[in-house]
Structures are given as C-alpha cells and as structure tokens.
C-alpha cells in the first residue's frame, strides 16, 4: 500500500527507528503519499477513505479545496487511530517536512495505542466505516436518497448527546421496559372480529386501562437514573424503524469512535510534538534542514494572541512536567517549600521525567491533564491570563492573571469536552411518553435558536413533545416543544410549582 | 472520487437556499456587486446541523497568553472570543459561506421562479451560420475514424438476417461492407444576436433609490436575455433635456438636474439602431426607465409617434418601466397606457419600490418576445 519514494521509506525506517528506542510503542504505521485533492477529501471524511454519503462531507470539502486554492491553509499532517495506523503526507512538502509529520505522527500513533481513553475503539474502524457507508447506501436504494438524509441530518443533530464517560465501561446497556399501556397486554386474543366486544366488553377494556395508567403513575421513574447516553437510549427506545435504528447506531458508533480525541486534543498534539521535536533535533534534522525546522515547528507552536493553541500548551506542560520529575519538584516536600532561592535551584536529580511523562500520557485526558498539571509557575512563565469582554469598549480586556482563575477557566472549558451536560430525566414525562431533558448548567446558556431547532429534530425521533429545563437569561425555565408549538414556563420560585409537582406526577 | 457526490449535493442544498431566499437577493444590490464575469457571488448564512451548544451572548471570557499591560482595564489581551477548543463562544450564524453560481443557474432560477417563457428570437430564419461537427456516418473513410460499435452492429444485423448467427458461438466477423467511419456533417445553427439598450431619465427627480432599482432590474434582464442570446450588447443612454450615451458606470453614477425631454432619448436609440445594428440580424430590446415626467404633451405625442412608427416594426418588445418617485407625476405611463394598453409588443411596468422589482422584471419578460 505504502507508496513512498526509497528515499522518504530509507528516512522513515530511520524515524520509525528512533521512535522506538527512545521508547515510543506504536501500531504498524502506513505512510501512504497523496496530492492535494485526496487529502481534502480524507480530511473531510475525517481521515477515512470511505464514509456514508452526506453533504456535510462536501461542505467540508468545499471549504477545504477552496481554503487551499486561496493559500489560506494547508494540511500537513493526517493520522487516524487503526491498527495499522493510516498517516498522509502531502505530496510536494519538503523533505525536512515530510520527516517532521513522520516523526509527528509516531508520537499519535504511540499515544492512540497506550492512552487508555483509546483502549475501547475499534482498531478496523476502516473496515467499520465502509460497512457503515454500504449499509447506509442500502438504504438509499431502498428508502430514497432524500428520505435517508434527513434521517441522518437529525441523527448527527443529536451526534454529541453521548456519555463521554462510558467509554472505559463500554456502551450504556438498558434493561429497563418502557412504561407502555398496551393493550394487548390485558386483552384476549380474539380470532374472529365479531367475537372481539363479547370476549373484551369495550367497558371492561376501558375501566382496565385507566386502572394500568394509574397504576404506572405510581410506578419507578422511567429511567431509573437520569441518562446521559442519549443515543443510546433513543436507539433502545424511540419509535423508530429498523433501517433508522440502524442509522442511529451507525452515528452513535462514530461519535463514540472520535470521542477520545476529542478528549485528549491537547495532550495528543503536545505529544506529538514533544517527540518530533525530540526525534528530529537530536537524531534526524540535518544541518541545512534545522532553520526550515525550527520555523515550521514555531508556526505549529504559535499561539495567537487570545486564542488556545493545544499543541502550545500540551507540549509545554509535557516538557515542564519531565523536569519537575528530573529534579524532583513534586510531593509534599516540594509543595511546602516556601524559600524562593531553594526552589529556583531544587534539583534532587531523581531522572524520574521520561518515566512520568509516558505514565502521563497513558492515564489522562485533557481535564485531568490541566487539572493536575497546571501549575502557577507554568502560568507565569507562560504570561497566561483569563480574558473578558469588556462591555464599555465591546473588546477584550486581561481580567486577571490570577492562577486560580486561569486554571478555573481552562477546566472550565475543557469540562465534558466543550459541550453542554444532558441528560434525560425522564422518559414519561407526565406520564404521558413526553421526554423531559434537563441541562446542567454551569454557568453558560444554551444557544437558544440551535436549542429549538435541536429540540424539533428530537421530536422527530421521539414523537411526542419534547421538555428541557435548564437556566436562560439567569432564570431556571422549562422549555417545550409539542412537534408544532414551542411553549416555555419560568422555574423560579413561586412559578416553581409549575412543572416541579408535575413532574412528582410519575415520581 | 466518492466526495464529487457529497459536494455536487452540497451544492444543490445551496441552490436550493438560493431558490428559497431569491426574492431577498433579487432586491440586495451587494449580489451584483460582486459578480465576475460568468459568476455571482452569493453571501449565504453558513448551513448548520443544529445541536445543543453553548451560546455566544453570555460573559465571553477565556485564557490567553502573552505580555499585556498588567493593568484590568487595558490590557493588550483582547482577542478572538472563545478559546477552548474553539467550541465555547465562537459566534454561529456569524460564518458567511460565499457560493458561486453561473448566471446560467441564476437565470435558470429566475426562470423558474418567474415562470418566464423562453424567448423566441425573431428573425432568426435568414441568418444562419454553418458549423461542422463530427456526428456523421459514411461507409468510406480513413482507418483511424473507424466506428467499432456501429460496424460491429452493422455485422451483427448482416449475420443475424442471413441466418448464420449462432448464439452458442457468437463469432461475428464483418466484412468491408459494413465498416463504418465517422464523418463530418453540416449542421446550420440560426444565429443569435441582440442588443440591449437601456435609456434612463437622470434628471433631478430620480434619486438613488430610483437608481439602484433600475440597476437591479437591468441586471436581472441582462442575466434573462444571456441566456437566450450567445452574443448580448448592452448600450446605455441617459437623458435629461438632452440625450447622451455613455458607458455602463456613468449611467447608474450620474445625476443631472434639469428638464426631462424624453424624445431625446429615443431619438438617439434610433440613431444607434441606424448605424449599428441592422434590424434582420439583431434582436432589439429597447428599455426606458423614468419617472415619468416630460417636458410636455407636445413631446409625449413625438415619443408615441416614435414608438409606433420607428420602433415598434423594429424591434421585439419595447419596454418602459416608471420608477416611482417623490417627486415623478407619472403622467408618462399613463399616456403610453391609453395609445398602447393592449399592444403586445409594448411593456409597461409600474416600480413602485424594490420589493416590486420581481414583479415589474415579470411584466418585462413574462411575454416571451
């Protein structure tokens, strides 16, 4: 498969080499070289070759080539986490270039393959992905291009409604019925349909039903436990037919699937560039190669005035973490030290760096990264700051450079990945089959307008009216969505009654 | 490559969008300003899958790095909104995606829209161009010009009717009769040329607006008419008391104040026609935007004499549209009303403003001359 030039596959046996002896753990890595025109379109399928037909993919593509075709951006790198790992370079990058993503690109492969959060996805997801793409074309032939995408359009609408958390477990499994009055539960079976009011007297049936429907109002909530795998749950409960159940999984599957790297953005880029920095300046650049080097590897680094750049930040915490543990500045004795000299000059030449930083790499994720990490002498030295809006002037002020506040934001940001917590809470919502979604709020809103369309999109799957709570404009309001209407109600004290008691309804 | 089928549905999706929203780009003269010879530019809201995300509006804050001041107030930190992984605070809605569209497509929509017939150009029958194209069969010709398939079937057909043809055995060897080579045919294609010739009134009374409409309308009529015509000139004349003709950016910037004599213009139309365009080669479309002020009834009767006995046998479909303005009597249209309110030939149009433009480029082009 790998197409490289003898001369780039003599460099990356050598990289592949070193990656190795400096410790580097990695899949089997294809290097294969394509143009300009093929990296678009795997970029915009996400790194794979072969994904379900969707316009979305071409936006992408579209957005790409142009942005190319303009000289506006340029991909240097791909890799996606298979076993073998699939890399891309670009045709016609240098040569300094193309050493510094193979060497890149070793450090994702090492970390794909140890870092835990990664333990749980499927190593073949290229073979997955076509099944995936073949099994969605089936379906267009069967159901109709147009009817599929829309399916699929509410699908992806829900694509991050998932437990990031899951993942080490494994999928959310249901046991749970759903609280259902169906008829033929208490009904006899009658064959012939003149028999059917003299075997199942209507008055009998109707008196039997409302007893259920009170019944089921005493009944446990449904679910249990809030549930935060919304997709899943849809999948195990909505209404919906085979080839759509089918479809939902298919999303379902691929957002679990890229979940972890959505995880470990920083930590992954800041390995990564911690080993092709290492690999390269101390085994593979050349003398000519090292001004070209340090240049790209500075763009790579920039980080924009205002702006988080992961590879900045991940690269500088892994290098400030290896010497902390090459001097031995951690533990309690470190922590209470208070003498300003000591510290500067602590060296208890412990060598313990490398050996952390590979522990490092193979237990965290972002959060956990920054939230242990993070250091107020990393903040100074690294001029950090959190940023505000200032509302007189409309621009952006330092707020503060306090390390609290600093690492308050960063965790902040980072927490559940950048995306809002929801869960259902309640499946039967009034015992009437309504969804009842409530959204922790930590301090930001949703965005309204994406809030109504995202609910209307529910309620295509669901079928019956949809309610979120969450907090807008600091006030606690219940949001609704009745497949035509959207209705809201304030949570807030005496209005409070509202929909609390309700809700105690099928409590 | 299996992402050309996302991006061509991609690119239908915007079409549709445009379809959808053509009224609000008909009447946004920004559109037009960006054109590039055969493609638009169409700002377009970026389209989105809605999901529940985190909105823009709340304290937009984040962490960045770098020297600043120090100070609260003035710090150099102000910067892109949003950090985190870009997710937090990036402001949707606000991404513009710019897509392209050939005027073909535009014109196409408009088509449709409007429900416009196609035009059917006059005069067409004496004048012809030769073209010649390779589509012909001839049993003779050079080796390299040999038609495998239509030899082959020729072949099949000799054997199959001559009983030889065996299913089992489906040998078909063709003999020098049925060779078949491809060969140039003459084909006689009508030729198509018209001229457009736009004749606004720029005295004091026409104001911007009035401007931009009849900039936004001649746009459109000129985007209609490409498509039905290979070759479309386009003249321009202004008038006050006095006619001019000038080039397409004089005519929309111009402003003069003054009377309003609005044979003038014709007169000069007329002469341009005299001199450059015979009327058995070319299709004619006269258009005259004002206000609807002239000088005096004695100058509305030469206009009308003008337009019957000049143009009218001359040209395909003379048209008047009336911008209304403050200060515009609109007596104009009335007149031309009363002498030619059931002529086929002649348009008349009322823009009262720019909502009504869709309307007024139906009343222009709705007849299909």
Known sequence: ?507 | MPIREDQNRFKNIVKGKVRDDFKKYVTNGELIGKREDEFVKIPLPRIDIPTFRYGPKQDQQGVGQGEGDGEPQQGQGQGQQGSGKGEAGENAGEHMLEVEISLEELAEILGEKLQLPKILPKGTANLMTEKTRYSGIAPVGPEGLRKFKQTYKKALSRYISSGNYDPNDPVIIPIRADYQYRTVKKTQKPHTKAVVIYMMDVSGSMGEEQKEIVRLESFWINTWLKKHYKGLDTRFIIHDAAAKEVDENTFFKTSESGGTLISSAYKLCQQIIEAEYPTDEWNIYPFHFSDGDNWSGEDTRLCVQLIKEYFLPRVNVFSYGQVESKYGSGQFLKDLQKEFGDDDQVTLSQIESREKILDSIKDFLGKGK
């Open chain 1, 1 to 507: 498969m790998a197409n490289l030039s003898l001369e780039l596959e003599a460099e990356r046996k050598k990289i592949c080499q070193v990656a190795k002896n400096v410790g580097l753990d990695c899949f089997e890595t294809v290097f294969e070289m394509v143009n300009f025109d093929q990296i678009s379109q795997f970029a915009s399928y996400g790194g794979f070759p072969v994904r379900y037909p969707h316009w979305r993919f071409g936006m992408e593509y579209e957005q790409l080539s142009k942005s190319y075709e303009y000289g506006l951006s340029k991909i240097y790198e791909m890799v996606i986490n298979t076993d073998p790992c699939y890399a891309y370079l670009m045709e016609g990058n240098s040569m300094m270039d193309q050493k510094l993503v193979m060497a890149h690109v070793y450090g994702h492969c090492d970390f794909f393959k140890n870092n835990i959060w990664f333990s749980k996805t499927n190593r073949k997801m290229m073979d997955q992905m076509a099944n995936h793409a073949t099994r969605v074309r089936q379906y267009i032939d069967r159901y109709g291009y147009e009817e599929v995408e829309k399916f699929i359009d509410l699908c992806l609408s829900l694509e991050n409604l998932i437990d990031r958390y899951s993942i080490l477990n494994g999928p959310t499994q249901f046991n749970e019925k759903k609280p259902q009055v169906r008829e033929s539960d208490f009904v006899f079976q009658v064959e012939k349909s003149y028999m059917k009011n003299y075997i199942n007297p209507p008055d009998v049936v109707a008196e039997f039903k409302k007893d259920q429907m009170l019944k089921m109002k005493d009944r446990a909530q449904f679910p249990a436990e809030p549930v935060r795998d919304i997709l899943t749950f849809l999948i195990h409960y909505a209404p919906l037919e085979e080839w759509q159940q089918d479809i939902l999984s298919i999303i379902k599957d691929e957002s679990y699937y890229f979940a972890p790297q959505g995880m470990t953005k920083t930590m992954n880029e800041g390995w990564a560039s911690y080993w092709h920095s290492h690999i390269m300046t101390k085994h593979i650049l050349n003398d000519s190669e090292i001004i070209d080097f340090a240049d790209h590897h500075a763009g790579a680094m920039f980080m924009k005035m205002g702006g988080y750049n992961p590879y900045k930040v991940g690269i500088e915490l892994m290098r400030e973490i290896e010497e902390r543990w090459n001097k031995g500045k951690f533990g309690r004795e470190w922590d209470e030290c208070d003498d300003v000299k000591e510290r500067k000059h602590w060296d208890k030449k412990l060598n313990l760096g490398r050996e952390k930083i590979f522990e490092v790499r193979k237990l965290y994720n972002d959060v956990t990264f920054i939230d242990e990490f993070l250091t107020e002498d990393f903040c100074v030295r690294n001029k950090m700051f959190v940023y505000k809006m200032n509302k007189e002037t409309g621009r952006f002020d330092i707020d503060t450079r306090d390390f609290k506040a600093i690492k308050a934001q960063l965790l902040f940001q980072m927490a559940n990945f950048g995306q809002p917590i929801i869960k259902i809470e309640n499946a039967n919502f009034e015992n009437r089959g309504e969804l009842l979604l409530r959204h922790v709020h930590e301090g930001l809103d949703l965005q309204p307008n994406y809030m109504d369309a995202t609910m209307k999109n529910l309620n295509k799957l669901w079928k019956r009216p949809i309610n979120m709570i969450t907090i807008m404009d600091n006030e606690p309001q219940l949001f609704r969505f009745d497949g035509k209407e959207y209705t809201k109600h304030s949570l807030s004290e005496n209005a409070n009654s509202q929909a609390e008691p309700s809700r105690k309804d099928s409590e």
